[in-house]
């Protein structure tokens, strides 16, 4: 389902309660793609997650280049 969603270039959204593999099913799909093509980045989210907070992990892994303007690091 995740490879006929992702084709359709579509966003896929996991939901579930704690424990039902979510991460694992999706660590496995990604794992199928070569490192070096792809970066994979795994976010936890909890109830003390902020919006602040997320942008700042999000840029933590990218470089700022002109505007709002981001890119892989280089």
Request: proline share 5%; charged share 20%; with cysteine.
């Amino acid at each position: 389902l995740i490879d006929t969603i992702a084709k359709q270039r579509k966003a896929v959204l996991l939901i579930g309660e704690p424990g039902t593999a979510k991460t694992v099913i999706i660590k496995g799909y990604c794992a199928r793609y070569s490192q070096e093509e792809q970066v994979l980045k795994s976010v936890n989210f909890s109830s003390t997650t902020h919006p602040n907070g997320f942008q700042r992990t999000i840029e933590s892994y990218v470089d700022k280049r002109m505007g709002s303007t981001y890119g892989p690091p280089g």
